[in-house]
């Protein structure tokens, strides 16, 4: 039971530093980026802790500037390259040592796709069950919406319904598609 709760508790946090993100952006994946706090984000902002807590776990790098762009908009290949590498630090691998083998390319990520990282972390997330794409596309160029955001989070963590937990304060769910509520 404690080993279910730490899990759960784990992905809980995870799934905090992940909601900051829904409301700003992921910054790009760059090797080079050593700095300790972004350029943009002043301490003082509301969300600072959860931005720098996102950074610290690993999820994001900055910008060559040393910037986060915390006005930009959320695209799906933000969220994978995200989510790509909480499961390479939960595997302890790295992005070249991590086997892939076996797993189909989305028709639109294939292997000559210009990002290297973003083929790797598609196939990666892909993997993991995280993204399926729609027929095998996974679009990384289109915004996520809530709905779609909401489902990747639920397959990235395997959250699920606790019976007697916190009721929801989504007022709109009827409106999403029945797969994602």
Partial sequence: MRKVQKKRLQAMRWLA??????????SPMSQGASAVSYTDVDPSNTHYANIMAAFENGFMTSYPDGSFKPNLQL????VVKSLGKYVLKTSGKDLVDF????VVPFNDVPPTHPDYEMYRYSLIVKQAGIFSGSNNYLMPMNLM???HMAKVLVGAFALEHVEGGPGSKVIDNHLALEEFR
Avoid at 17 to 26: F, Y
Avoid at 75 to 78: E, K, L
């Fill in 17 to 26: 530093c992940l909601a900051i993100i829904i409301g700003s952006t992921l």
């Fill in 75 to 78: 695209s799906r290949a933000n």
């Fill in 145 to 147: 919406s809530h709905q």
């Fill in 99 to 102: 086997d892939v083998s076996g």
